[in-house]
């Protein structure tokens, strides 16, 4: 086979007057097309035959990577398995054709839908009552932070303007409270990868709205001292925010609202197996304790019952399928399956850690939760860096864990597992992350030069953000 073939542009296979489509007879007479909306110039479309175009893209999409694909073990994103049953049940005509403006009688199933879905999460949670306005996990964040914000103001106590995050977190809960007006300010790490709380009494006063934490951390680490931290912040009138990005090893163990948070979001699809990337459609549904629930958004500006005025995030409902793939992932496990979710990733991230500590660096060396970071190789005097082994993992079949994040270490690669793959598939993994911690001691250039098996070998990944090529004419402006 000719692989190169089905690596060039569609562009690139184009030859004139090849074509594959005819056009139905016209039956509706010739309307004239206004001038304004005329092209002066035919459009420049490529001309190929039907199965080229075919085995074009198909070729192509057999070289996008998924966690349908392979193992994808990327730290903090949490890619679990997106079971079929879920996206047959989104599918159905019933749901998929639903209007957002349709009658409300017409729509009772779908309110059930919502309300059985929030009645769910509150349950796995311990919080009060959920809203499954916000499109994404940032967009909950910002929701979040908004109702601390209105909570705040309805008391009259307007100078509460700060909010701390640890040095740990995500980047989006400074961005996020950023956006809310809200002033950030860090509390740190201890060298055990923990809040410091002694360095966050310091940083209290009358002035604190709140603070965000994600628990696990960022590093995979359980934060055992969130009761004195929901303490000491609650005393100073603040409220807890929790970040739900890490709440997968949580399921069937412990409950944010149960450890103090008055706020949280969840990411669906981190937690309840809904579709993960391209752009989404994304849901981070947000979740308050029962004095919060009078400030949740709610689809129009207005003033709820006690005089609020109550946020909104969004003009209708939210993403209804995502919310249909995510209640059939909790009916599907019901609550004496999912009650092993947290520790089938505990579990598993545990396992890869302790099978590779000897020969990847780990700086915080004592039990994770779902996640776990490297700080590159223990042997650093071949110049073998982080990316390199993320290179080289991709001609082993493999995703690339997270690389360079967290900031706490230099050579960071964060590594999670999920729940859902079997001990072959994490042994597998463990055998080629050992082949490469071997090569980079006796044939280090192997591994500073990979990918040699992709379609397209090692790219300047600088080069690509700062000047990327994003039209087949600037393509071909630019080889001549």
């Not at 999409?61 to 730290?75: A, I, R």
């Not at 709140?210 to 004195?228: D, R």
């Not at 609650?234 to 706020?263: K, T």
């Amino acid at each position: 086979m000719n692989h190169q073939l089905y690596h060039n542009l569609i562009f690139e296979l184009s030859h004139p007057g090849r074509r594959g489509y005819t056009l139905p007879k016209n039956e509706f007479g010739r309307h004239e097309i206004p001038a304004t909306l005329k092209r002066t110039v035919d459009a420049e479309l490529p001309e190929c035959d039907e199965l080229t175009v075919v085995r074009h893209y198909t070729n192509h999409s057999e070289n996008n990577f998924g966690v349908d694909n392979g193992f994808y073990p990327l730290g903090s994103c949490t890619m679990k398995y997106n079971p079929t049953i879920n996206e047959e049940i989104a599918a159905h005509p019933a749901f998929v054709n639903l209007h957002p403006l349709q009658p409300a009688e017409t729509v009772q199933g779908a309110k059930e839908v919502y309300e059985n879905l929030q009645q769910a999460l509150s349950a796995l949670t311990g919080l009060s009552r959920f809203t499954l306005n916000p499109c994404a996990g940032a967009h909950g964040e910002l929701t979040g932070l908004m109702i601390i914000s209105a909570y705040h103001q309805a008391n009259n106590d307007t100078k509460r303007t700060k909010i701390i995050v640890p040095d740990s977190a995500h980047g989006t809960n400074p961005a996020s409270a950023a956006v809310c007006g809200l002033e950030v300010v860090e509390v740190k790490s201890t060298a055990d990868g923990l809040v410091d709380v002694e360095h966050l009494k310091t940083l209290l006063g009358d002035d604190i709205a709140g603070m965000m934490m994600t628990n696990p951390n960022t590093l995979g680490l359980f934060e055992t001292h969130i009761p004195e931290i929901t303490k000491l912040i609650h005393d100073c009138g603040g409220l807890m925010y929790y970040d739900g990005a890490n709440l997968n090893p949580l399921l069937g163990e412990c409950r944010p609202g149960d450890m103090g948070f008055d706020v949280m979001h969840i990411n669906l699809h981190k937690t309840f197996s809904t579709p993960h990337g391209g752009g989404g459609p994304g849901s981070g549904p947000v979740g308050v304790c029962e004095k919060l629930v009078d400030f949740l958004p709610t689809n129009n500006c207005a003033t709820n019952a006690k005089g609020h005025f109550t946020i909104t995030v969004h003009p209708y409902h939210g993403h209804f399928l995502t919310y249909l793939r995510a209640y059939t992932y909790i009916l599907t496990l019901g609550k004496e399956n999912i009650k092993m979710v947290g520790p089938y990733a505990t579990l598993n991230a545990n396992y890869i850690k302790e099978c590779l500590k000897d020969v990847y660096k780990l700086p915080i060396d004592t039990i994770c939760k779902h996640e776990f970071v490297f700080d590159g190789l223990m042997d650093k005097s071949t110049g073998v860096t982080t990316m390199d082994v993320a290179k080289r993992l991709l001609d082993h079949g493999f995703h690339a864990p997270t690389i360079y994040f967290p900031l706490l270490f230099h050579e960071a690669m964060m590594i999670e597992p999920t729940e859902n793959e079997s001990k072959e598939t994490l042994d597998a993994f463990i055998e080629v992350m050992r082949k490469i911690a071997d090569e980079a001691k006796n044939d280090p250039e192997i591994v500073k030069s990979a990918p040699q098996e992709t379609p397209i070998k090692r790219v300047n990944d600088v080069e690509a953000a700062k000047h990327p090529i994003l039209t087949f004419k600037q393509l071909i402006d630019d080889n001549n």
